[in-house]
């Protein structure tokens, strides 16, 4: 006998922040709930064909939200001492340079398949597992510190 689960497309592609991805810091929390926020948006305007303006305005959204979040952070790390500051921002400039080659893409190519799918691993996939794993190292830096 066959099991056939359905997952709806919401929820294979759905980015969600929640509690366990805290890292201690109100205003960091609530920039990365919008950045996931906004990648979804993207992702539904691309995979179900809404206008391109759709599109070219929550890249527009995102690329000032993105330099305010990175710069916001690497303050903040700047400010706790945090010493893998500049290793983490390496990452920060890393996943700028994609980001960058997306737009490039899409300017190219108009939208197709091909970009949600990068949309979804270079963004979605990119900033759940570098909240989740490097974000949570400056949060993990202060726990320690003040034990
Ligand atoms: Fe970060």
Redesign the pocket.
């Known amino acids: 006998m066959f099991c056939v689960t359905i997952i709806s497309m919401e929820e294979m592609y759905t980015f969600k922040w929640d509690i366990s991805m805290s890292v201690g810091e109100d205003s960091i929390d609530k920039q990365h709930q919008q950045l996931l926020a906004e990648v979804n948006t993207l992702l539904d305007a691309i995979l179900n064909r809404h206008s391109e303006d759709k599109v070219e305005n929550t890249i527009h959204f995102l690329d000032g939200y993105i330099d305010k ?2 710069s916001y ?2 303050q903040y ?1 700047s400010e706790i001492g945090y010493p893998d500051r500049e290793a ?1 921002i390496a ?2 400039r890393e996943f700028t340079k994609k980001y960058n080659n997306f737009k490039s893409e899409l300017k190219a190519t108009g939208v197709t398949s091909e970009l949600a799918m990068e949309v979804q691993s270079y963004m979605g996939q990119w900033w759940m597992s ?2 989740k794993k ?2 949570k190292k ?1 949060h993990l830096y202060i726990i320690a510190r003040e034990e």
């Open positions: 979040h990175f952070e690497e790390m983490h990452m920060h570098h909240i490097e974000d400056y």
